[in-house]
């Protein structure tokens, strides 16, 4: 902006500000956003399930990491349109609130987008698209609600939550030892839960790894591990009851300038434990992996599995996963949308379709005809009233899946729907993009 004045003196204002700004609106501006986010979540789609693949990320300082979490992969990406920023951002509130899901919630938002785009080319409203896709979430939320089951465990039987964290971990990088890794997740979480109280405090676990040795020697520390040697070779290896001064200052001697050493593997290292402290139930899950990416991806998968527990120590409320759940809220929103007059039935409707999509790519991911495979449970679910019925990625014979006992909490399916549907409703009501001009 700047100040003029014309040939008689009088002052007047130069806007400068559009000069070097671009603006896309209406019908315009909405589609735009919508196909950035529809490109994000693609990336995600086939990272989806237990057949779901890996990505193999690159920074720009060459470190690459191996992952099939979905939150993670966003991170990584350095994604740069805005409107892909904010699915990158779904993905981590669902992280942050509920640590699983990471995947599903992007894949959900993206249908929900690419159906809201047929219905602005069929001339209806974003804003009625947005208020149809509020309803509907309602509806499917009240459905979870009605199909939950309850899940039991307690201390002394902690099979069931074992086998869920197994059922989590089967698609990770830990799949082949899914058992004593799942083992290990369910005391951790038990350790420092609350139980009377339904309350983790995820802090008090600490996932700490080393390069070297082999998955196998992964194992839970009833307290802390530090990776420091003993200053002299010939202080005592184990020590009872002894009290622990804390230094916050170096207390090392000084390093030699040059340092040779020879790569002698890491299994003979030493490490400091403390273990058994009175005043804190803090445990460390120490892992060990052959390089630093399986270490980093094990590490994440542990975090998921770790999550999964405190979410059903909170609250035990589940439904059965496998898109079981996704096609039973799809049939209760079909049937809700049936009972509207007005235009919103119509993004009512799209809203179930876009709830088939988790299916259709837990399907395809493993390989399965999707549209075949999702028509065929639905129709089941339908006739035998049973919303237990999902796809059976692993080809087990059963389309049960409380039978294949693969469950996710109601929790983060909640929070999936919730999550997705109010990113799409903000995406729709963009009809202005003002940004800086390419060309400056
Ligand atoms: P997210 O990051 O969203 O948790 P995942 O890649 O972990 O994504 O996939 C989770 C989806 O896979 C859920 O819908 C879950 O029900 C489904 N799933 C997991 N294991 C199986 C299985 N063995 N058979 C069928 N579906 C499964």
Same mark, same amino acid.
């Given at each position: ?185 369910? !005391?951790?979480? %038990?350790?420092? *839960?609350?139980?009377?109280? #339904?309350?983790?405090?995820? $802090?008090?676990?600490? /996932?700490? =790894? ?88 094990? !590490?994440?998968? %542990?975090?998921? *599995?770790?999550?999964?527990? #405190?979410?059903?120590?909170? $609250?035990?409320?589940? /439904?059965? =996963? ?119």
């Amino acid at each position: 902006m700047s100040l003029a004045f014309d040939e008689f003196g009088r002052p007047f204002i130069i806007l400068r500000e559009q000069e070097g700004k671009t603006r896309v609106t209406g019908t315009e501006a909405v589609k735009g956003s919508i196909h950035a986010a529809k490109s994000v979540a693609r990336i995600l789609k086939s990272s989806m399930g237990p057949k779901g693949m890996d990505k193999m990320l690159q920074s720009p300082d060459g470190d690459v990491t191996i992952t099939n979490d979905g939150a993670t992969i966003l991170e990584m990406m350095e994604v740069e349109n805005q409107i892909g920023k904010l699915m990158v951002e779904l993905s981590k509130s669902q992280d942050h609130e509920i640590g699983d899901g990471t995947t599903g919630v992007v894949v959900t938002a993206g249908a929900l987008l690419e159906h809201a785009e047929a219905l602005i080319d069929m001339g209806l409203h974003p804003l009625r698209i947005a208020e149809g896709y509020e309803w509907a979430c309602k509806v499917a939320t009240q459905n979870l609600d009605n199909i939950k089951s309850t899940f039991s465990f307690s201390p002394s039987d902690i099979e069931p939550l074992v086998k869920t964290c197994t059922t989590t971990l089967s698609s990770k990088v830990v799949g082949r030892l899914k058992e004593q890794m799942a083992q290990i997740c369910v !005391k951790a979480v %038990l350790s420092v *839960a609350e139980l009377a109280r #339904r309350d983790v405090n995820l $802090d008090l676990i600490k /996932v700490e =790894g080393k390069v070297g040795g082999t998955m196998e020697d992964t194992r839970l520390v009833q307290g802390i591990v530090i990776d420091k040697e003993f200053s002299h070779p010939q202080m005592p290896k184990e020590l009872k009851n002894v009290k622990i001064a804390i230094l916050t200052c170096p207390f090392e001697p000084p390093k030699p300038k040059t340092k040779h050493k020879v790569s002698f593997g890491t299994t003979k290292d030493k490490m400091l434990v403390i273990e058994g402290c009175p005043n804190t139930n803090a445990v460390t899950i120490f892992v060990r992996g052959g390089n630093k990416m399986v270490l980093d991806e094990i !590490k994440r998968s %542990l975090h998921d *599995a770790l999550c999964v527990t #405190r979410n059903l120590v909170r $609250d035990n409320a589940i /439904v059965y =996963g496998g898109g079981a759940s996704e096609i039973s809220c799809a049939l209760a929103v079909e049937e809700a949308a049936n009972k509207v007059v007005d235009v919103e039935q119509y993004a009512m409707r799209a809203f179930a379709d876009a709830l088939e999509s988790i299916p259709i790519a837990l399907a395809e991911n493993s390989g399965l005809p999707p549209i075949e495979s999702v028509t065929a449970v639905k129709k089941r679910q339908l006739e035998e009233k049973n919303p237990h019925l999902g796809i059976d990625c692993n080809e087990t014979g059963t389309n049960d899946m409380r039978e294949q006992n693969i469950f996710e909490a109601v929790a983060s399916k909640k929070s999936q729907l919730f999550l997705a549907t109010q990113v799409c409703k903000m995406i729709l009501k963009i009809d202005d993009i003002i940004k800086p001009s390419e060309v400056q």
